[in-house]
T-cell receptor
Framework: DAKTTQPTSMDCAEGRAANLPCNHSTISGNEYVYWYRQIHSQGPQYIIHGLKNNETNEMASLIITEDRKSSTLILPHATLRDTAVYYCIVRVRGNFGNEKLTFGTGTRLTIIP | ETGVTQTPRHLVMGMTNKKSLKCEQHLGHNAMYWYKQSAKKPLELMFVYSLEERVENNSVPSRFSPECPNSSHLFLHLHTLQPEDSALYLC???????????????FGPGTRLLVL
């Protein structure tokens, strides 16, 4: 599996855009980049995923560099409810049952009022 | 609400007890998962079920015994656990197609287990 590297923690002011970086320099051509977040004492919540192109949904935007070695998750207008641990995950492509959704230690994002 | 429910939400048990964790998904998915999340450690995949058959067991001790009676329900039977098994146990589900790209997993809220 490609390893991911994320900052341990970040702060962001409420109402501003939160930009969370992730390095995945050993990513393979058919591996997807996934982002999940986990609010304290809850299960992980899917946010967004992408392969090559930038993606946007109602929660966030995902910017993937052209060489695919890094990506940035953008929360456009952070609120206090966005305080959570954010996980960047690279998923191995293979036959179902022969894969792992491997979570690292993530980035603890704190939104400051 | 993600469509995946887990009961109980909290459980305290002694090392000689037998208990079961229950997971139910209301999403029509064909795959279900058990994960363990210990304090200050990454999420660990324990078991994977596809169409009620176990397809992965990540070297989990036999004191953890999964059961998948149908595609909507998943159980984790616990017996003679150790204090180090105290953790948040998470269930997830997804809709997978053989040979296709891996699909998004949706997680339940977890069961916080304390073994005394």
């Amino acid at each position: 599996d490609a390893k991911t590297t994320q900052p341990t923690s970040m702060d962001c002011a409420e109402g501003r855009a939160a930009n969370l970086p992730c390095n995945h320099s050993t990513i393979s051509g058919n591996e997807y980049v996934y982002w999940y977040r986990q609010i304290h004492s809850q299960g992980p919540q899917y946010i967004i995923h992408g392969l090559k192109n930038n993606e946007t949904n109602e929660m966030a935007s995902l910017i993937i560099t052209e060489d695919r070695k890094s990506s940035t998750l953008i929360l456009p207008h952070a609120t206090l409810r966005d305080t959570a641990v954010y996980y960047c995950i690279v998923r191995v492509r293979g036959n179902f049952g022969n894969e792992k959704l491997t979570f690292g230690t993530g980035t603890r994002l704190t939104i400051i009022p | 609400e993600t469509g995946v429910t887990q009961t109980p939400r909290h459980l305290v048990m002694g090392m000689t007890n037998k208990k079961s964790l229950k997971c139910e998904q209301h999403l029509g998915h064909n795959a279900m998962y058990w994960y363990k999340q210990s304090a200050k450690k990454p999420l660990e995949l324990m078991f994977v079920y596809s169409l009620e058959e176990r397809v992965e067991n990540n070297s989990v001790p036999s004191r953890f015994s999964p059961e998948c009676p149908n595609s909507s329900h998943l159980f984790l039977h616990l017996h003679t656990l150790q204090p180090e098994d105290s953790a948040l146990y998470l269930c997830a589900s997804s809709q997978e197609v053989a040979g296709g790209p891996l699909e998004t997993q949706y997680f339940g809220p977890g069961t916080r287990l304390l073994v005394l």
